[in-house]
């Protein structure tokens, strides 16, 4: 009896760990950077959120830093990765690298379990059960707006979406 109740235990704490979903990077979302696609990646690229980490080692950065009294660099603390880059303190597969900022996964949802699938439409439903996430104003919401670490413009989604929209190609 007591055999099965450890095995039962162990099975527990096994399974949320085997199904976890990790970080894979946006070096990972190649496939998203061919013209039939909608080139994302570039798009991506040349908005401010592949910038976001950089950013954390500007003299601003230091200054908000200090104010703050954080014991640790900007580029370290959790206090500002948590807006300037993707999946802070969560799994991550190796190819996966903070420097890049806020990628892919921090508005689609870490990819590991949907990459290989969520590319068929007939996929879609599988694919949003492993973990891929649409993205919308809630998203946004999470980092802009308001934040306890510096002054932050309004967030007007129409105008910001505008900014960084990514679609695929009709047809
Ligand atoms: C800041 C958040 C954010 C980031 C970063 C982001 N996306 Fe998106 N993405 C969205 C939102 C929001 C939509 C729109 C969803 C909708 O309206 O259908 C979207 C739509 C898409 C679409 C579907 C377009 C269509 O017309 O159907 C693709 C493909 C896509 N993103 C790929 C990527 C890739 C690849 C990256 C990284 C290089 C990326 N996205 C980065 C938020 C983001
Ligand atoms: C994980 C946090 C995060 C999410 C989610 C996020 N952003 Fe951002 N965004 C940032 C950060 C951080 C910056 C500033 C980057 C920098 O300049 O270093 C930024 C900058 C921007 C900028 C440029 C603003 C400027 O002042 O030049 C636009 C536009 C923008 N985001 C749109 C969006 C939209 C639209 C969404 C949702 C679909 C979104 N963001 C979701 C963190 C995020
Ligand atoms: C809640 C999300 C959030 C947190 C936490 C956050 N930031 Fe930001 N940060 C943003 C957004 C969004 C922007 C873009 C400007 C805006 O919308 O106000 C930004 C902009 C910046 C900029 C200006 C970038 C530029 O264009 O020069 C710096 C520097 C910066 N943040 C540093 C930090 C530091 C350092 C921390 C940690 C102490 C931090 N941020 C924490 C969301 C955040």
């Not at 450890?6 to 527990?12: D, E, S, Y």
């Not at 892919?104 to 590991?112: L, N």
Request: glycine share 8%; net charge positive.
């Amino acid at each position: 009896m007591k055999r099965y109740t450890l095995l039962f235990i162990v099975l527990i704490f096994a399974i949320p760990l085997i199904s976890q979903n990790k970080f894979v990077g946006v070096n990972t979302c190649a496939c998203h950077n061919l013209p039939k696609q909608g080139k994302q990646v570039e798009v991506w690229k040349k908005s401010k959120h592949a910038g976001a980490f950089e950013s954390l080692k500007s003299d601003k950065a230091v200054g908000i830093v200090k104010v703050k009294g954080l014991k640790v660099a900007a580029t370290e603390a959790k206090e500002c990765l948590e807006c300037h880059s993707t999946g802070v303190g969560e799994a991550v597969e190796k190819s996966f690298k903070v420097e890049m900022g806020v990628q892919c996964e921090a508005c689609h949802g870490a990819a590991s379990a949907y990459k290989g699938i969520h590319n068929k439409p007939e996929n879609k439903e599988k694919a949003i059960a492993a973990g891929f996430l649409k993205g919308d104003e809630k998203t946004c919401k999470q980092c802009h707006g308001a934040n306890k670490m510096h002054d932050a413009k309004e967030f007007n989604f129409k105008k910001m979406w505008e900014e960084i929209k990514h679609p695929m190609p009709k047809g």
